[in-house]
């Protein structure tokens, strides 16, 4: 299984926005076929630090979430509403659960 694990911070005054943004992300990736677990966690102390925990079959998975339409449209919600430098995407291999 591989997981990618992206941590970012949302421009203030864009919380609403990046919500429903990555709300729209998330559920078109939990249909993809390669994709076993999709979660959105909010920070307790900061309500504009995200982390999104992905897990995919394999990196050809990955791959095909990449290039997926709706991707696309959440690499430009990224660029509206992510405060810019602030995104760190991990990818890496789950070793067990």
């Known amino acids: 299984m591989i997981t990618l694990t992206v941590s970012l911070q949302v421009v203030p ?5 990046f919500v429903e943004a990555i709300r729209v992300n998330a559920e078109a990736s939990a249909r993809e076929p390669g994709c076993r ?3 959105v966690c909010q920070g307790l102390e900061d309500d504009h630090h ?3 925990h992905e897990h995919y079959v ?3 998975a990955v791959e095909a ?4 339409p709706h991707f696309k449209v959440w690499r430009a919600a990224v660029a509206a509403y992510v405060v810019p430098g ?3 995407n991990t990818l890496g291999r789950q070793l067990f659960t």
């Open 58 to 60: 394999d990196e050809a």
């Open 65 to 68: 979430h990449r290039s997926a």
């Open 13 to 17: 005054g864009e919380l609403a926005g």
């Open 37 to 39: 677990f999709f979660d």
């Open 50 to 52: 995200f982390v999104l």
């Open 86 to 88: 602030s995104q760190v």
